[in-house]
Every structure is written in C-alpha cells, then in structure tokens.
C-alpha cells in the first residue's frame, strides 16, 4: 500500500472551474507539502502545513491531520495552472534532524482555455 | 541568490562509466538530499545531509555515493552506471525542520 495517495490521477478543466486534487496519507507526519511541476520539469514548493488551512493567491491548501487527508483547491482555473501537483508528506524528526518526505505520485492538472 | 544550482542538465553515459551530478545552495540550508524521478511513480529518497559531514541512505542508495564537506555543496556519485539508473534526478534543500524545499532544475540522465 502507498504511503501517500493522490486523486485524482488526471484531471481536465475548463478556464474558470474550481479545482480540487486530494491527498490521504498512512504515516504519522510532522507536516505536509504541495509541489508544482511545470511541464518543463522544475519543481516549486506551494505550501507547508502541519494543520488547518493555507492560502497563495487562488491556491488554498487544507489539512485534516485526524483523517491523515489533505486537499489542494484552485479558484478560477487558467490554463498557466496546467501543471503536475504533488503532494508530500514529511515524516517525524528526531533529535533535531530534518525529517524526510515521502512523495506521491502526482496529480496532472490540464487546464482548457 | 541563486537558490540551488543543479548541473549538468542532460547527460548521457555508458554502462559502467561513472559521473558526478553536482548541487549547490547559496541559501546556508543545513538539510539537503537528492531523489530520482522514474514514469509512473513518485520522487524517490536516495541520500539525504542534515548537515556537513553528515549523510544518511534514503529509500534507493544503492549504486550512488555522496559526501558533504561544505555547507554549500551535496554531490552525487555514480560509481558504475547501470541502465538501471536512467531517470530524472533533482537535488533540494531545506531549512532544517521548519522551511519548505527548494528544488534544484533537475538532471536528465540516460544509461545506455
């Protein structure tokens, strides 16, 4: 079983439609990542949350930490957001040392002018 | 500021040759780790620095080796490439425990 699973794996819009892409995760985590891959192939990091709610612009990332769940939302959808979205969970650190992440595999976002 | 700097791009090489993929972050970030992006899954862990001269194995070590003498650099060594090996690899750093991660612009490796 995947430690990180996203859905969906594809998804097509049209410019203008709210947009939702979910996480569920099995591990114990300290915090949660959104990345963007463009289809040149660079990664961004969008949020870090450990609980409650993030807003960038029209990205607004939720976590639930009790049903190990997150969700990614994009309000009026353009075609620039046409990207791969990954979701990442960080493990626990000990000690002090940085914990790991723990990678899905991706939800390809095509957005329609 | 030139965040982390991920060379060579492309590569190409022939089985059993070796290489370095190089990583460097001007950000003074303690953590620091390489993964390998493979079609249908997702980033992989192969090492990862919490600091300089410290390294530990992630998921997928096997075939590659690092060292961290500076702050600053997170090479990756492949000591005898297999076609195995074939796949994206992106370098990233982080602030230990509280940043987000800053992702180098990936290396397109080909074992032939």
């Known amino acids: 079983k995947n430690e990180v699973e996203q859905s969906p794996q594809n998804l097509t819009a049209q410019e203008g439609e709210f947009i939702t892409i979910n996480c569920s995760y099995s591990v114990g985590i300290s915090a949660l990542h959104w990345l963007q891959q463009h289809p040149g192939g660079g990664i961004v990091s969008l949020f870090m949350?450990?609980?409650g709610k993030k807003k960038h612009g029209r990205l607004i990332a939720t976590i639930n930490i009790q049903e190990k769940h997150s969700s990614l939302h994009i309000t009026a959808s353009h075609p620039r957001d046409s990207a791969v979205y990954i979701c990442?969970?960080?493990?626990?650190?000990?000690?002090?040392?940085?914990?790991?992440?723990?990678f899905g595999k991706g939800t390809k976002l095509s957005v329609k002018p | 500021n030139a965040g982390v700097t991920q060379t060579p791009k492309f590569q190409v090489l022939k089985t059993g040759q070796s290489m370095t993929l190089q990583c460097a972050q001007d950000?003074?970030?303690?953590?620091m780790s390489w993964y390998r992006q493979d079609p249908g899954m997702g980033l992989r862990l192969i090492h990862y620095s919490v600091g300089a001269g410290i390294t530990d194995q992630g998921e997928v070590p096997n075939g590659y080796n690092v060292s961290r003498s500076t702050t600053e650099d997170f090479p990756l060594r492949l000591l005898s490439a297999a076609p195995s090996q074939t796949s994206v690899y992106f370098c990233a750093s982080s602030i230990q425990g509280i940043g987000g991660y800053t992702f180098g612009s990936g290396t397109r490796l080909t074992v032939v």
């Open positions: 950000m003074n970030h303690e953590y």
């Open positions: 990442a969970v960080e493990d626990f650190f000990y000690g002090g040392s940085q914990g790991n992440l723990i």
């Open positions: 949350l450990s609980s």
